[in-house]
Each structure stands twice: as C-alpha cells, then as structure tokens.
C-alpha cells in the first residue's frame, strides 16, 4: 500500500510565523501535489512537483512555496502566516494516477 | 476555466440505491475520478472512467458521458459507514512532466446515510 505520511496532524502557529509543512511518501512517485481544503471551496491545488529540483504553480500559489530536494519529501512554506491560510492542507503523490493522499494537516493560524 | 459541479449534500436510506452527479466544464479532459472521503480522514479513490460507459466495482459503479460532460457516481446497498463526502476530480490540464496532468476537484457532496 502506497504511504503518504504528513508531518502533523494539528498545527497551531502565529500570524507572521514561517511554517513548514512535510509530506513524505514510500513509493518513489516522481509527482506529488500539496493541496488545501475549504469548506464549501473543495480541494484547491497550491503547488506541485514532478520530479525533484522542479515545481509547478497550481491555482492558488500566492503565499506559499515548496521545496522539493529529494523525491521522497515534498514541504509546504508559508514564508509569513496570515489568518486567510488557516486551513486543512493535503498532499498527495502518484506516479501517473490516481493520486493517493495523506491524512492531512489542520493548520490554524493565529 | 474548470468548472466542476456536483450536488453539495444528499440524504438516502440504508438498503437503498443513490446516484450523485457529477458535471463539468474543463479546457481539457483526460480522465474522470471519483474519491470518498470520510469526515477528518484522506480522500481515497474509488473509481475511474476515460470511456464513455459504466464501470463496476462491487456496490459502486461509475458512468461517463463525455459528450455531455457528465458522470456519476452510483451506490447500491448504502451502508450506514457509506456517509461521506463523494469528490468527482476531471483529470485536465497536462503539465511539463512526461504523463502527468493536474486533477480538478469538484466541491464534493456530503452523503448521509441515515437507518
């Protein structure tokens, strides 16, 4: 079974903050994607990466970067936290498809 | 622009049968998914259609017209532990990476299942 395994599962951190979120998966897939969820807005695609060094901006890039230095490990910055980024943010990773997903992180920023 | 559209909540029975749809609206189209997700937990897939037609898998079944740019989502038997929300993701926009396109999600249904 494909294992996307996201650092926390709650986070709580101040508005200006930096914050990192980790994602790491166990199959070698060459994509992987960070997404957040909204109530009532649905899974919006932030970033994502198809091989390592490379990034893609997704729908809603603004505020965020990624970095993706080994294949396994996909991370989430928010470079200054703002309120609008609380949220439940899920990565995924998949060779071709589908995508598989990790259990999300639940980010509230204060 | 990608426009996906599917019903925000449904009620059905246990026992019965229920048919979430799923329309959409994409500059490009190379697949249909559906995933369930559960309250709290990860979307994980159910099911997928590239060809007009229906696909079965045990108590779902999955149909595509893409004429209409139109599917959806049939569950039979519904079970108490069928309650979650249903997310129907087009498969559209290719990207650099060889064989790697985005996924558009819909805003997904809620589904209760109630005795």
């Known amino acids: 079974d494909v294992k996307v395994t996201q650092s926390s599962r709650y986070l709580v951190k101040r508005t200006g903050e930096k914050v990192f979120l980790e994602c790491v998966q166990d199959?070698?897939?060459?994509?992987m994607f960070w997404y957040r969820q909204d109530p009532g807005l649905g899974l919006r695609l932030i970033y994502f990466?198809?091989?390592?060094?490379?990034?893609e901006k997704g729908d809603i890039p603004e505020g965020y970067s990624v970095s993706r230095e080994k294949k396994e490990r996909f991370s989430l910055i928010l470079e200054s936290a703002s309120t609008n980024q609380t949220s439940m943010y899920l990565c995924?990773?998949?060779?071709?498809?589908?995508?598989?997903f990790g259990d999300g992180t639940r980010l509230s920023i204060l | 622009g990608q426009n996906i559209d599917q019903p925000t909540e449904m009620t059905a029975t246990e026992g019965a049968i229920v048919q979430i749809n799923c329309t959409y609206q994409?500059?490009?189209?190379?697949?249909l998914f559906w995933y369930q997700q559960h309250a709290g937990e990860a979307p994980t897939f159910l099911s997928y259609?590239?060809?007009?037609g229906l696909e079965e898998k045990g108590r779902f079944s999955s149909f595509l017209s893409r004429s209409k740019g139109y599917s959806y989502l049939l569950l039979k038997e519904l079970q108490m532990k069928d309650s979650a929300s249903y997310l129907c993701?087009?498969?559209?926009?290719?990207?650099?990476?060889?064989?790697?396109?985005?996924?558009?999600f819909g805003k997904g249904t809620k589904l209760s299942v109630i005795p």
């Open positions: 994409t500059s490009g189209f190379n697949g």
């Open positions: 199959m070698d897939h060459e994509n």
């Open positions: 259609n590239v060809l007009d």
């Open positions: 990466s198809y091989d390592v060094k490379m990034k």
């Open positions: 993701a087009v498969r559209d926009r290719a990207y650099s990476g060889a064989g790697s396109y985005q996924l558009t």
């Open positions: 995924a990773s998949s060779v071709s498809q589908p995508q598989h």
